[in-house]
């Protein structure tokens, strides 16, 4: 085993103008195609219109981040960066979550707790985004 940066990505399709999509399934494959062994896992999503989160993906609390994001952003309020293209509210809300998130990674698997996934959140839908996977660690050979 040697210790190596290993980048790839996942893509997303979103739906609704508004989106929580869990991720676990396709980052968790992505670990097993690279063997992964022990290290740390950064998730990033290169979009300034989406963000990821870490936290429990019961449909609820998916419905709850998203009705919060949009009352703290405030969708078709007039946001300056409105007269633009009307999607203010989703780079404020990427400011509000962040961009990106970082994982354990030991055993080949993520160090998620009991009720932890991934979340890509989406505020600027529908679309088809890429999550871009950095693990740094050791890999079998």
Partial sequence: MGCKVVHGEVGVTSRERFEVVVIN??????????????GILTVYVPHTTAAIAVNE????????????????TKPGWGWKHNRIDNNAHAHLGNILVGPSVVIPVKSGAMRLGTWQSIMFIEMDGPRRRRVLLTFTGEVEE
């Fill in 25 to 38: 399934r396709e980052v968790e494959a992505w670990l097993r195609s690279i063997r992964a062994v022990d």
């Fill in 57 to 72: 993906a019961e449909s609820g609390l998916m419905q709850d981040i998203l009705d919060i994001l949009k009352e703290t």
